[in-house]
């Protein structure tokens, strides 16, 4: 019966593909968000671009929304709710005026990485979504991360949560 | 004779690749940039990120960067000047307030695209740089294109004529 399962469980690996290699990841995860275990993504730099944004002061940044295909794919053809396996990073800076053209502000240091993935088995109580934000490569703490998701619920109308539309 | 330079043309364009094509296409280009023949590169708008960027009013507008794989491996490894092939190209949209979230302004309609490409050949009296700025697909007129090379050598300092700098 043991072997049966295991036999089952290592077709739905297969089968399931990043997914369950991110559950697998949970035993140890390094670097991962407290809540969700979102780790940032490996090659996230490289992918598409989403969108920008500006934030106000205090934190007054520049950022900016890049996805992995599938979540580009679904903006595209926009897919809602947004499938599983859609990644979301949004990068930010702090707004720095340039010193080559006066009315350009352009990215100084860089502030967090911001993470949503999607995997609606993995965060069934949080519509499907998982959170992760970091400075410095490593994750913050408990209580910033139990803000994210009521901000989205509560902010976001009708676009899965992700506050990001995609730019033309 | 003919035949033969027929042959050595077809072997220089096989080697050169597009930027042969971009000089065919100067015979007859369809919205093509005035001084410089410059089109909308296809496919640009997967193209990868370079940073993002905001216009202070009364352009007032959320801008971000996007190169080819030649461009952004050049940003990448440092390398200066850009080698020929490198295309850069600039989404600009209004500034607008979001609906969803008091700290933040998005992108609204957007208002120019705006390209770079580098081709030492095919542009010896700007610096290898050739210019386009288009309007709905459209590309502005001569007197605004007589200001870019100006403004770029003007200003940047020490990165080959281009303002953008890689966002981490």
């Not at 407290?34 to 944004?53: H, L, M, N, Q, S």
Request: hydrophobic share 40%; glycine share 8%.
């Amino acid at each position: 019966m043991k072997f049966a399962l295991l036999g089952i469980f290592a077709a739905s690996s297969l089968a399931l593909g990043i997914a369950v290699s991110h559950s697998a990841a949970e035993e140890a995860p390094e670097n991962a968000s407290p809540i969700y275990g979102v780790t940032i993504p490996e090659g996230y730099r490289d992918w598409k671009f989403i969108a920008p944004a500006q934030e106000a002061p205090p934190l007054d940044e520049l950022r900016a929304v890049l996805g992995n295909d599938i979540a580009v794919d679904a903006y595209k053809k926009g897919i809602l709710p947004f499938p599983d396996g859609s990644i979301l990073v949004k990068l930010a800076y702090k707004r720095k005026q340039s010193t080559e053209f006066a009315p350009a502000t352009v990215p100084g240091a860089p502030t967090t990485v911001q993470v949503m993935v999607k995997d609606s088995k993995k965060y069934p109580d949080s519509h499907g979504w998982g959170f992760g934000r970091f400075v410095d490569g490593k994750p913050v703490d408990v209580a910033q991360h139990q803000t994210c998701l009521s901000c989205h619920v509560g902010n976001v109308k009708d676009h899965d949560y992700v506050f990001t539309r995609y730019a033309p």
